[in-house]
């Protein structure tokens, strides 16, 4: 709701982190989160996934972001540039691509931190985070 009442709207940072965590960030968190409880985890496990999914989760909206300005048909699968002719609430509207992508590293790389501190097998969750920034569709 909040992303369609910010269209063709100027908004701060709160609430563009507030739009992408609510979406995106929102869903891949549930999907770690639940992952975690079905294998058992602990509590702190389940945290520590949780505060995983949440940076995923939002470096993998920015990463979108991007590639909607950045790419081509051929290369997405579909129209590119779609965020910007409904002006959209985006990072890189926000903030420019170069900021935008140093953002998402930034997420990437804590999140890494984060699941290779909780004493599970990691490397799985690690190489998706590294994914969602390496991705060009």
């Known amino acids: ?80 540039g779609k965020d910007q002719a409904a002006q959209k609430a985006t990072y890189p509207a926000l903030h420019g691509i170069a900021a935008s992508e140093a953002r998402a590293r930034q997420l990437v790389t804590e999140a890494i931190e984060i699941v290779s501190s909780l004493q599970v097998k990691s490397d799985i969750l690690e190489e998706l985070a590294g994914f969602i920034i390496a991705r060009n569709s």
Request: charged share 30%; no cysteine.
């Open 1 to 80: 709701m909040r992303d369609i009442e910010s269209e063709g709207k100027q908004i701060d940072d709160e609430t563009l982190d507030y739009i992408h965590h609510s979406k995106t960030g929102a869903m891949i968190r549930a999907a770690v989160v639940t992952g975690g409880i079905i294998a058992g985890a602990a509590e702190r496990q389940v945290e520590g996934l949780a505060a995983y999914g949440e940076r995923i989760g939002l470096a993998f909206q920015i990463a979108d972001d991007i590639l909607d300005v950045s790419s081509t048909r051929e290369q997405l699968g579909k129209t590119p």
